[in-house]
């Protein structure tokens, strides 16, 4: 590529094509030799997302966290080749022993290497690894080699020795703790091994011990932010079907819902109290908690939308909360617009 374009300007450049006019898409591409034509599709740092690329500094694991569909793979993938790729094809690479591990063989097989954002798929022809079945690993033109490794063989991990490692779906691990406490005493090649771990968020001890872990890096996304390479059918669809939900919360906008220490409303209570329709309510008020503070950095200043049934027998009462409304960063007379915003929203009294 030419020889003047940064990181900076690298992770930016699709962006910027795509919005120019069609004599600077047309002159971008002229000003381009053969070889730079057939190298730019596997340039991801001129195609990637924010979230999709590394952090700088020197961290030991980076969690990327993100909502179905949000480019979790391809960026674990596309971490893998940087690691082991080399500059020309038979050029040695940062790393050279890495382990694949997911929750099973069938899903690293499927996902993380033959998949449609996998490995093979991201790797340009003349640096491609061959699948070694019998052996369930890659072997690349430079002789490094990734092997496949399963959360439910925790003992698998005994013995092999890595510089790198890319890990799927941790969240979801059964027996995730197990799994990745042996994938770390095998971490013990090179200057500095490295795990890169793509995982849609889930309230499991693994996952929050390792974000708490000071060498952890992080980057998120929502499913929305790889909106250009999904169907809108299906955006359409999951939210208008689960927006507002706590699975929608987890699985769409990739946030990891746990509950504060010591906190009076769980996270499995209010599960329990969910609805799937309003019922009739006899009155709907707004509840207001106002900051102490106000601008940018101030508190959340806490707005509800409640509904109650209170006809009948006491013991037949129901408090309904329709609406989280909660809003920070405002001035007393913003958050004033927002609580008379849900009152005229839900029609309170």
């Not at 500059?87 to 050279?96: E, F, K, N």
């Amino acid at each position: 590529m030419p020889s003047t374009w940064t990181r900076r300007g690298l992770t930016s450049g699709a962006s910027w094509i795509a919005c120019a006019d069609a004599q600077t898409q047309a002159q971008f591409l002229n000003d381009l030799d053969e070889g730079e034509l057939l190298a730019l599709p596997f340039l991801f740092e001129f195609w990637a997302l924010d979230h999709q690329l590394p952090p700088e500094g020197d961290w030991r694991t980076w969690v990327i966290m993100g909502g179905r569909g949000a480019g979790k793979t391809r960026a674990g993938a596309e971490w893998v080749r940087s690691k082991v790729e080399g500059s020309r094809p038979l050029d040695a690479g940062a790393c050279s022993r890495v382990a694949l591990v997911g929750e099973t063989i069938e899903q690293v097989r499927e996902v993380m290497i033959f998949g449609d954002s996998g490995i093979l798929a991201c790797s340009p022809p003349d640096r491609r690894p061959d699948w070694e079945a019998t052996r369930k690993r890659l072997v690349w033109p430079n002789g490094s080699i990734a092997t496949v490794h399963t959360a439910h063989d925790p003992e698998g991990l005994r013995g092999p020795q890595f510089d790198a490692a890319w890990v799927d779906e941790l969240a979801k691990w059964k027996r995730g703790q197990e799994a990745w406490d042996q994938l770390q005493f095998a971490l013990r090649l090179g200057e500095r091994p490295q795990v890169c771990v793509t995982t849609t968020p889930r309230n499991v001890d693994v996952l929050k011990a390792l974000l708490k872990s000071p060498s952890t890096v992080t980057t998120h996304a929502p499913t929305e932010a790889n909106a250009a390479n999904l169907a809108s059918s299906f955006l359409e669809e999951v939210r208008a079907r689960y927006r507002g939900t706590r699975l929608g919360r987890q699985e769409l906008d990739g946030v990891l819902l746990a509950d504060a220490e010591g906190a009076l409303w769980t996270s499995a209570l209010l599960e329990a109290g969910r609805v799937r329709e309003v019922p009739d309510l006899d009155r709907i008020v707004v509840g207001l908690d106002p900051a102490t503070t106000s601008g940018a950095g101030s508190d959340e200043c806490g707005i509800v939308a409640v509904g109650a049934q209170t006809k009948g027998s006491p013991q037949d009462w129901r408090a309904v909360v329709l609406a989280d409304c909660t809003v920070q960063g405002a001035t007393p007379n913003g958050w004033a617009q927002a609580a008379i915003a849900a009152m005229t929203r839900y029609g309170a009294d």
